[in-house]
């Protein structure tokens, strides 16, 4: 019996092994386990917070894009109001710039015909001021000049025909 009580031989060393595992796990548990779970686990935490924060930062940043893109948007719809505002002022300025002229067109136009209608009026004034006394001249040569028939029918035969073309007759 004794090849079989070797067999079954008990090894008090393997049992110590086993108890002395079991304590330093025991040991490890108590003060490392924990130690590293909780590390562990404020680090899932920190990571899960900074995922939280960096979606939150995202959604922010994507809100902001939207109100810029819409301040745009209004600010180049009221560039468009503007220039079309300005347009207008300036065809309404336009507008008004061509009728001054042309009223003061009109009304130099009718003062530049005003002032040829009296320069006319002038000369004509004139002229028959300068016939009248270009025929008393004339009267007064005649007179002076004691004309025969003969020339006295060829004066007055001459003025009438260049006052109409008529023949004086006795």
């Not at 061509?98 to 002038?122: F, G, L, N, P, V």
């Amino acid at each position: 019996m004794s090849i079989y009580t070797k067999l079954i031989q008990f090894d008090w060393s393997y049992l110590m092994i086993i108890v002395n595992v079991i304590i330093l796990y025991l040991i490890m548990k108590r003060f490392f386990f924990e130690k590293i779970r909780n590390f562990m686990q404020k680090r899932q935490d920190d990571i899960k917070d900074a995922l939280d924060n960096a979606d939150k930062v995202n959604a922010d940043a994507e809100i902001m894009k939207k109100d810029y893109e819409k301040k745009l948007q209004n600010i180049e719809e009221e560039g468009r109001t503007i220039i079309k505002n300005s347009k207008i002022k300036a065809e309404e300025k336009a507008r008004e710039i061509i009728s001054q002229a042309e009223q003061k067109s009109d009304q130099m136009k009718k003062q530049t015909e005003a002032e040829i209608e009296r320069q006319k009026r002038a000369a004509i004034e004139d002229m028959k001021d300068e016939i009248a006394a270009l025929s008393i001249l004339a009267a007064e040569k005649i007179i002076e000049k004691q004309l025969n028939i003969a020339e006295h029918q060829a004066v007055i035969n001459k003025v009438l025909s260049e006052a109409g073309n008529i023949k004086w007759q006795n």
